[in-house]
């Protein structure tokens, strides 16, 4: 389960309009609510969004249906985000023109088990439905997208 903030997740759904027809990305910053550290991450645990950083979409070859994060993006923000008390706890990006739901290139490229991969649909430039996945799984052969419930708070 995600709980995420209305503020955080209007913001999230208008990246996507501003940088429409290309896709936008970010991270989601937070907590994770249990306590049991990296290996009870993999299981369903509940997260909850604190703020949410904007990264620029850093792939020139294919932006419409492609994201990608700079790494130096990450890494600043994931330090910011500890000087806070704050861990990455998922991602979010656009499909321009597309349903809010994960394409085989986007497990293909999604690594942090246990984090929420949150996908906006963007119709001719209105962010419609919003969804959130829980990269689940503990190796790279195993992994999958699951459903996870996502609460505005
Ligand atoms: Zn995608």
Same mark, same amino acid.
């Given at each position: 389960?995600l709980?995420?903030?209305?503020?955080?997740?209007?913001?999230? $759904?208008q990246?996507?309009?501003?940088?429409?027809p290309?896709?936008?990305?970010?991270v989601?910053?937070?907590?994770?609510?249990?306590?049991?550290g990296?290996e009870?991450?993999?299981?369903a645990g509940?997260?909850?969004?604190?703020r949410i950083a $904007?990264?620029g979409n %850093?792939?020139q070859?294919?932006?419409?249906?492609?994201?990608?994060?700079?790494?130096?993006?990450?890494?600043?923000?994931?330090?910011?985000? $500890?000087e806070?008390?704050e861990?990455?706890v998922?991602f979010y990006?656009?499909?321009?023109?597309?349903?809010?739901?994960?394409?085989p290139t986007?497990l293909a490229?999604?690594h942090?088990?246990?984090?929420s991969?949150?996908? %906006?649909?963007?119709?001719?430039?209105?962010?419609t439905?919003?969804n959130?996945?829980e990269?689940?799984g503990?190796?790279?052969a195993g992994k999958?997208?699951v459903d996870e419930?996502?609460?505005v708070?």
């Open positions: 389960m709980k995420i903030p209305q503020s955080a997740y209007a913001s999230l $759904r990246h996507g309009e501003e940088t429409y290309c896709e936008c990305c970010g989601l910053l937070g907590q994770f609510d249990d306590d049991g990296a009870a991450r993999s299981e509940s997260k909850t969004v604190s $904007r990264c %850093t792939r070859d294919s932006p419409h249906n492609r994201y990608h994060i700079d790494p130096r993006d990450l890494i600043r923000i994931q330090r910011e985000g $500890r806070r008390g861990d990455i998922g990006h656009s499909h321009p023109d597309h349903p809010a739901e994960c394409s986007d490229e999604a942090w088990f246990g984090c991969y949150v996908i %906006t649909s963007v119709e001719k430039g209105n962010a439905i919003t959130s996945f990269l689940a503990s190796d790279e999958k997208f419930k996502m609460i708070v």
